[in-house]
């Protein structure tokens, strides 16, 4: 098969063809660098499109199930940054385009490289188009920082005019460079008097692209400073997400509050953000899992390296030599033998060790794995990732009383015994173990104080520490469960008021009732914005009358954004979702309520800031007559309702209509004319549509043979599928 691949020779506009959504089964955005390994390329390629850390440890099965993955499908990819490097490309580079040599037809790769002669590199099997990118015009340029200096700023009064005049100048020091642009534009914007200004027009450092960088290093304060030389740590092309890398800042001690009631986790997206600002970090897109990713630019990585030095190090794919003796900060994309943990061992200053895999784990590396451990007496972050094929049954003791981030992944088939020395570990900040799901204490052990625990990522770990105790505690996830095991009363969420972002609980049916719901004081948890609440018993066993006590105790903060309800059979819905408590969740933007079964509808109206309802596998026989008042209804999605025959009217706000696998509905109500997708789907009684609006472009009726025929087709429409 040969392949169209595009090139360009910038990073500028290098996704629009993705944006086309649904036309490609798989986007694809990898970054390259100088020298490839093909087999941390398809790793990231694995992760980037199954949403989740891949763990296989050998090239032949990335490759394998990459092939398997790509196999029918119309995928876009992105390949960034491709170098021309004659000691390595010849030989990676076709390679690592194998994998798509089996995809569907339609397929593009897109890659992007600051020289022309690196695309040769492909290999033979590619055909291609070249589109070079020209350097923007002195006048575009222009415009480009001062908006980053200025923004919306007035530049026809006094001072703005004396700036706008002093800005040009500066915009000549850049040379046209886009990054330096941002950069600059961005600490000017925050400064915005005529001295400062003067002052950088007069610095020859901005005679340089990466002069202008430094000169806006210069200008952050000093924690913002060591969090981004802390970032070098990381390989080029990494996707920085904020929830992971904030955490990394506070375990190593970066972030400094002068206030008292704000947590240093807002501190640190304080730091995030303005990095974002002035483009030291920008931002990448959505990972599969829905989180947002961002990147640092080449330039920028050698900035931070070049401030870092030997305090950050990392260790890739084909990486010899040796490691810096002052290395505080180490990452290892793989580790593979006894050889790179002797070198490790001599590390006295190490205070953070992040291995992104470990491929290699026999017993001689287990027994050194564990030296390492208790050597490394400065360690406050341990991050690793274990390959399928290794067991790995027991914790090896750490003797590292300051350790404050431990994130230990291994398969969901593996057990975890947690050694004696684990309840030492009284600075722990962040417990992560991964998809285990066999944690367990040494014999002598029950359940353990941690009392600085600020996040936990694996349910398990709630068995075995007093959770109630942890009054810091800001994340528990992935969720919570209510059972008849140690820890794992609801009771045990009373104190935890600095929870914040999602909170999800499971088994709500071992809940007796409402005074033991009170007990959990979710209304206290003011920083929370999304609450899941699953009930997981069938109607035979099921007390409805408990269940609305349960959920009526259960009544959450005021400011919940995001709702979502599961297996709930209460005849009735509690007063504090219906407007009668409070006034209701007047914050809510998101509510999904699946398998809801007893009870009618709730009243929807009193959700005025409602943009998005789902309904699945509720046997409603009819939504209420007065959801056309929810004014900010954007999004309304059902499926499985197979009791509903027809919809009442429909917020004129309404945006997005899915129906699927609803045997019962006949007719829809006339369609809003803002509405832009509408699915009706595997809904055999529907006889036909009614008049569609003209904002629709995108149509989908499959598998509704009672349909006669197709709608007229819209000029607007620009998907329809059968």
């Not at 030296?371 to 290794?390: A, D, E, H």
């Not at 007093?466 to 095991?485: H, M």
């Not at 009217?649 to 006949?666: D, W």
Request: hydrophobic content about 40%.
């Amino acid at each position: 098969m040969r392949m169209p691949v595009m090139f360009v020779f910038a990073q500028e506009e290098k996704d629009k063809l993705a944006e086309k959504d649904g036309h490609f089964d798989i986007l694809l955005w990898v970054h390259v660098s100088q020298k490839p390994s093909i087999e941390a390329i398809y790793r990231r390629m694995f992760e980037a499109i199954e949403g989740y850390d891949c763990e296989l440890n050998s090239l032949d099965r990335l490759q394998q199930e990459l092939k398997d993955i790509l196999t029918s499908k119309r995928f876009f990819l992105v390949l960034d940054d491709v170098w021309c490097n004659k000691d390595v490309g010849e030989q990676n580079l076709p390679q690592l385009l194998s994998p798509f040599k089996i995809g569907k037809r339609g397929s593009k790769i897109l890659a992007t490289s600051r020289n022309v002669d690196a695309f040769s590199d492909l290999g033979p099997d590619v055909g291609c188009a070249n589109f070079p990118i020209s350097d923007l015009d002195d006048s575009i340029f222009l415009e480009l920082f001062m908006y980053y200096a200025l923004g919306d700023g007035n530049a026809n009064n006094g001072a703005g005019s004396t700036l706008w005049n002093i800005g040009a100048h500066i915009a000549e020091k850049l040379k046209r460079s886009p990054l330096a642009a941002s950069t600059v534009g961005g600490q000017l914007r925050k400064r915005k008097n005529v001295e400062f200004w003067r002052r950088a027009r007069d610095r020859d450092l901005l005679n340089e692209t990466m002069g202008a960088l430094s000169w806006s290093y210069q200008h952050l304060n000093e924690q913002i400073r060591q969090c981004f030389a802390y970032c070098s740590m990381f390989p080029r092309g990494h996707h920085f997400r904020p929830n992971v890398l904030l955490k990394l800042w506070v375990a190593e001690g970066f972030i400094r509050s002068t206030n008292a009631g704000k947590e240093m986790e807002d501190v640190g997206q304080d730091y995030f953000d303005e990095l974002v600002s002035i483009s030291f970090l920008q931002y990448g897109g959505k990972e599969s899992c829905g989180e947002d990713y961002y990147l640092m630019h080449d330039l920028m990585y050698d900035l931070a390296e070049r401030i870092a030095g030997h305090d950050c190090f990392r260790i890739e794919d084909g990486w010899t030599g040796e490691i810096p003796p002052g290395v505080r900060h180490l990452f290892i994309d793989t580790y593979n033998g006894e050889k790179l943990a002797m070198k490790i061992f001599q590390l006295e200053n190490l205070r953070t060790l992040i291995i992104k895999v470990i491929k290699l784990w026999t017993p001689r590396d287990e027994e050194v794995f564990k030296n390492i451990i208790m050597r490394l007496q400065k360690l406050r972050v341990l991050n690793v990732t274990f390959g399928l094929t290794w067991h790995v049954n027991f914790l090896e003791p750490i003797g590292v009383k300051h350790i404050c981030h431990l994130t230990y992944r291994i398969g969901k088939s593996h057990g975890l015994i947690l050694p004696r020395t684990f309840k030492k570990l009284h600075h722990i900040q962040t417990l992560d173990f991964g998809n285990c799901k066999r944690l367990s204490l040494s014999k002598d052990e029950v359940g353990i104080n941690l009392v600085s625990l600020r996040h936990v990522g694996n349910a398990s770990i709630l068995k075995l520490v007093n959770i109630a105790r942890s009054t810091s505690l800001q994340e528990l996830g992935p969720y919570f469960t209510v059972s008849k095991e140690r820890g794992c009363n609801i009771k045990h969420l009373r104190d935890l008021n600095q929870l914040c972002g999602r909170l999800r609980i499971r088994g709500v049916e071992n809940v007796k009732g409402s005074e033991e719901a009170l007990e959990a004081k979710l209304a206290d948890k003011e920083r929370l914005t999304e609450l899941e609440l699953c009930w997981d018993c069938d109607q035979e066993s099921c007390n409805p009358e408990v269940e609305v006590e349960v959920l009526e105790g259960l009544c959450p903060p005021k400011d919940l954004e995001k709702l979502e309800l599961g297996g709930y059979n209460g005849a009735r819905y509690p007063n504090w979702m219906v407007g009668r408590q409070n006034g209701g969740l007047k914050c809510l933007q998101v509510l999904k309520l699946w398998k809801c079964s007893l009870g009618p509808a709730p009243v929807f109206e009193v959700f005025t800031l409602l943009r998005f309802l789902s309904l699945s596998a509720c046997i409603w026989v009819a939504l209420p007559d007065n959801m056309v008042r929810l004014k900010s209804l954007v999004e309304l999605s059902m499926e499985l309702c197979q009791n509903i025959q027809s919809l009442p009217a429909l917020p004129h706000s309404l945006k997005k209509l899915s129906i699927k696998y609803c045997k019962n509905i006949r007719s829809l109500p006339v369609l809003p004319q803002l509405l832009e997708e509408l699915s009706i789907d595997y809904c055999p009684n529907i006889q036909s549509l009614p008049v569609l609006p003209q904002a629709l472009t995108k149509l989908s009726t499959v598998d509704c043979p009672n349909i006669q025929s197709p709608p007229e087709l819209l000029r607007s429409l620009e998907e329809f599928e059968v």
